[in-house]
């Protein structure tokens, strides 16, 4: 089962690992492997990816990122195939996501001599731009009654799903809180009209994908593999500037356009 129905996909550039994701779960349906321990694994994967960078091995670390980009995709699938959804999934996965991109630019900020505060300048950059992707492509999939586990608005703790512990969805909610509450109340901010009022087009949802998760990762390793390391940072940081312009598209021309 997919996010969205077929005929309502759109081309997602952040999502090339999809294929080979739908793959891996499919092979796992059987097994007593759990989603959540996929969710580990890209872990893994990214710390790999870290290694590999401090060492100079600049190809196997874009390998491993997009090997994490592929799992990060697996184990929604898999909860999907399983008919096993959980906030413990979903918490979990975006709090990783944050750490590792946290560690990955660090990473990159040690091996250039690079500057902490435009590290961490990237990195809520980069926070920001995946909110705002993430803010549409939520919104779509309620409205076209896809899968709703991830929610427009993260206010309340969600109450546990079945094979959960309430205890720990409680403590997973906080602390995605932390890393992505105010970026959540910045983009509703600039976009409160979305959430009433607008239907997303294929082509806009192609071209706010670029600020997916996997768009943004496989960027990196294009940067490393080409001998580029020193620009990822700053790259990161203007690359923010585009968020405005896609709002202002939104509001001006997509108020009242249907799928």
Not at 43 to 57: D, F, K, P, Q
């Given at each position: 089962?997919?996010?969205?129905?077929?005929?309502k996909?759109?081309?997602?550039?952040?999502d090339?690992?999809r294929p080979?994701?739908?793959?891996i779960?499919?092979?796992?349906?059987?097994?007593?492997?759990?989603?959540?321990?996929?969710?580990?694994?890209?872990?893994?994967?990214?710390?790999?990816?870290?290694?590999?960078?401090?060492?100079?091995?600049y190809?196997?670390a874009m390998?491993?990122?997009?090997?994490?980009?592929?799992?990060?995709?697996?184990?929604?699938?898999?909860a999907?195939?399983?008919n096993?959804?959980?906030?413990t999934?979903?918490y979990?996965?975006?709090?990783?996501?944050?750490?590792?991109n946290?560690?990955f630019?660090?990473?990159?900020?040690?091996?250039?001599?690079?500057?902490?505060?435009?590290?961490?300048?990237?990195?809520?950059?980069?926070?920001?731009?995946?909110?705002?992707?993430?803010?549409?492509?939520?919104?779509?999939?309620?409205?076209?009654?896809?899968?709703?586990?991830s929610?427009?608005?993260?206010?309340e703790?969600?109450?546990?799903l079945?094979?959960?512990?309430?205890?720990?969805?409680?403590?997973?909610?906080?602390?995605?809180?932390?890393?992505?509450?105010?970026?959540?109340?910045?983009?509703?901010?600039?976009?409160?009209?979305?959430?009433?009022?607008?239907?997303?087009?294929?082509?806009?949802?192609t071209?706010?994908?670029?600020?997916?998760?996997?768009?943004?990762l496989?960027l990196?390793g294009?940067?490393?593999?080409?001998?580029?390391?020193e620009?990822?940072i700053?790259?990161?940081?203007?690359y923010s500037?585009l968020?405005?312009?896609l709002i202002?598209?939104?509001?001006?021309?997509?108020?009242s356009e249907?799928?």
């Open positions: 089962m997919s996010k969205l129905a077929k005929d996909k759109f081309v997602d550039l952040s090339y690992g080979i994701a739908r793959l779960a499919n092979n796992l349906k059987n097994t007593t492997v759990t989603p959540v321990q996929v969710t580990y694994l890209f872990l893994i994967s990214g710390l790999t990816a870290i290694y590999c960078m401090l060492n100079g091995y190809l196997l390998s491993f990122l997009l090997l994490k980009s592929i799992l990060d995709a697996a184990d929604g699938e898999l999907r195939i399983k096993k959804p959980s906030y999934g979903r979990l996965d975006s709090i990783f996501d944050a750490l590792l946290l560690a630019l660090g990473t990159i900020c040690h091996i250039t001599s690079g500057s902490v505060f435009l590290t961490l300048l990237a990195f809520i950059s980069m926070q920001l731009q995946g909110t705002v992707f993430n803010f549409y492509y939520v919104i779509l999939r309620h409205k076209l009654s896809g899968d709703q586990t929610q427009i608005f993260e206010k703790t969600p109450k546990a079945s094979g959960e512990n309430q205890q720990t969805v409680n403590l997973l909610f906080q602390v995605y809180l932390i890393f992505y509450g105010l970026f959540d109340r910045i983009i509703y901010f600039l976009e409160k009209e979305a959430v009433h009022n607008s239907f997303f087009p294929k082509w806009f949802m071209i706010t994908s670029l600020y997916g998760l996997g768009f943004q496989l990196i294009l940067f490393l593999i080409s001998g580029l390391k620009l990822i700053p790259f990161f940081i203007c500037l968020i405005l312009p202002g598209i939104r509001k001006m021309f997509l108020s249907k799928v």
